[in-house]
Each structure stands twice: as structure tokens, then as C-alpha cells.
């Protein structure tokens, strides 16, 4: 079956660079997209199709794809930005639809 | 704006069904296809599947095949989804979100309905 899969945690410190990966087969040839999820609220997007940026997308937030795997990066991490990160793609029927185990961003 | 209002939390028995809604306003309903998503107490985000909003068609993920059903009613501008058999496993908060026909791209997100399943 098809999966997505993402580590489990990053930890890093204030100011400095987080990277969340995301690996699967189809993502060679189909886009991901990557929400933002805190306690007790629903998702937002932050990156579409790779590395849009939605308006209102703070511009630390990019991202990038090679072969399986996208990147979400997010420069000069705020304390803001804790939370849990989840990509999501197609399988490569485009018929289903998969979320990332996701990855629970610490700022610490 | 854009805004997607669910319908409030429910408790049902093992075996029961559940239905719950997400009323749109603020854009155009029939462009749009209306997504479902589940996420389980402490659990990550399950995917459950699409309807286009003007055709009423359909997509659901496999592990919901049989017990899943997603309809709307364009008067009202209102989708809803149906889960079936509901066992404790199915408690979860659900989400519907709106996405371009055809798309991937949830922008829009619903605040979410607590269903929990417990005898």
C-alpha cells in the first residue's frame, strides 16, 4: 500500500532553520502540500504544490521536491511556528489520497 | 469570506450511524469540490474522501469503501457526510475542507465535529 512517511519530530532553537521531510514513491510525479496543525485547531495550509505559498504564508515558510521526497523548510523558525506539520499527496492514480504521519515541530 | 460551518459534536452507541454537515458561505458552493477529514485523539490526519459539490460525484478512500457516503444539497449550500457502523475506532473529530475540483489543495478548512462512539 502506499505511504507517506515522515519523522516523527525536529527539534531546534529560535532563529534557526527547521527542514520536515516527506517521503513516498509517488511524489515523483505528483505535488504535495503541507499543513500546519496546533492543539485543538484545525489544519492550514502553508505550502501547495511543493512551494506555493498561500497569501498570508509568512515567506520563511518554502519548500522543495527531488525525486520521492519534499521539503518543507521554514527559516528563522518563530516560536509561532511549533506545531504539527503533515504533507499530503496523491497516489500515483491520483484516485487516493494520503497524509504524512506528520512531524511535531519543537521550539525549544 | 470564505467559511465552512460543521454541524456540533455527537455521541453514538456501537453500530449506529452518524451524519454530519458543513454549510459553506461566502463563495461560490457548485465550484468546488468538499473534502472529509478525520484525525483520532492524538492520531495524525486520515483522508476519507471527495465529492464535487455541482455533480454530487464521489471518491472514497478504500478504507472507508461500503460504510462512507457524501451528498449535498446545492439550495442550502451544504455538504454532508454519512459513516456507517460506527465502532469505537470511527471517534475522531471530522473536518470537511474545500479544495478545487479535482485538486489536492485543502485551503479552507471546516473547525471540525466530534464524533464520539461509546456503549
Known amino acids: 500500500s502506499y505511504e507517506l512517511t515522515q519523522s516523527p519530530s525536529v527539534s531546534v532553537s529560535p532563529g534557526q532553520t527547521a527542514t520536515i521531510t516527506c517521503s513516498g514513491n509517488a511524489l515523483s510525479n505528483q505535488y504535495a502540500y503541507w499543513y500546519q496543525q496546533k492543539p485543538g485547531q484545525a489544519p492550514v495550509l502553508v505550502l501547495s504544490?511543493?512551494?506555493e505559498r498561500p497569501s498570508g504564508i509568512p515567506e520563511r515558510f518554502s519548500g522543495s521536491s527531488s525525486d520521492t521526497t519534499v521539503t518543507l523548510t521554514i527559516s528563522g523558525v518563530q516560536a509561532e511556528d511549533e506545531a504539527e506539520y503533515y504533507c499530503q499527496a496523491a497516489d500515483s492514480s491520483a484516485l487516493h489520497v494520503l497524509f504524512g504521519g506528520g512531524t511535531k515541530l519543537t521550539v525549544v | 469570506q470564505v467559511q465552512l460551518v460543521q454541524s456540533g459534536a455527537e455521541v453514538k452507541k456501537p453500530g449506529a450511524s452518524v451524519k454530519v454537515s458543513c454549510k459553506a458561505s461566502g463563495f461560490s458552493f457548485t465550484n468546488y469540490d468538499i473534502n472529509w477529514v478525520r484525525q483520532a485523539p492524538g492520531q495524525g490526519l486520515e483522508w476519507m474522501g471527495w465529492m464535487n459539490a455541482k455533480s454530487g460525484n464521489t471518491g472514497y478512500a478504500q478504507s472507508f469503501q461500503g460504510r462512507v457516503t457524501m451528498t449535498r444539497d446545492i439550495s442550502i449550500s451544504t455538504a454532508y457526510m454519512v459513516l456507517s457502523s460506527l465502532s469505537s475506532e470511527d471517534t475522531a473529530v471530522y473536518y470537511c475542507?474545500?479544495?478545487?475540483?479535482?485538486?489536492?489543495?485543502?485551503?479552507?478548512w471546516g473547525p471540525g465535529t466530534l464524533v464520539t462512539v461509546s456503549s
Open positions: 475542507a474545500r479544495a478545487p475540483p479535482l485538486e489536492l489543495e485543502l485551503r479552507y
Open positions: 504544490k511543493d512551494s
